[in-house]
């Protein structure tokens, strides 16, 4: 069993800045760590994701060059910095995790994730 908790979100204006913070604890440890987003009305989507083992990070394109993935084992977490701030990027961010054996892969959709935090809001305002 695995524990993913978010914290970071808030409400901030277009154009700013916002760090989200994701700790995954448990028994097993979890090699890839990712972020995705639901807006309302809209299906989850994949942001960001990294794996802890190698040091690889993935991005999808709406979010490449404005957010940052990173990783700091000395505390079990992951971090999304959130740079250039837009309308749409308004949605609650949710942190996952899945346990696998040491790998560079990155993995992308829903169910190659095992557990889930329960997510933290960000809103972007005018």
């Known amino acids: 069993q695995v524990q993913v908790v978010e914290s970071g979100g808030g409400l901030v204006q277009a154009g700013g800045s916002l760090r989200l913070s994701c700790t995954a604890s448990g028994r097993t440890f979890s090699h890839i760590l990712a972020w995705f987003r639901q807006a309302p009305g809209k299906e989850r989507e994949f942001i960001a994701a990294?794996?802890?083992?190698?040091?690889?990070?993935a991005y999808a394109d709406t979010v490449k060059g404005r957010f940052t993935v990173s990783g700091d084992s000395t505390k079990n977490a992951i971090y999304l910095q959130m740079n250039g701030l837009k309308l749409e990027d308004t949605a609650v961010y949710y942190c996952a995790a899945r346990s696998s054996v040491p790998t560079s892969r990155i993995y992308y959709t829903e169910t190659d994730f095992d557990s889930w935090g329960q997510g933290t809001q960000v809103t972007v305002s005018t």
């Open positions: 990294i794996s802890r083992s190698a040091g690889t990070t």
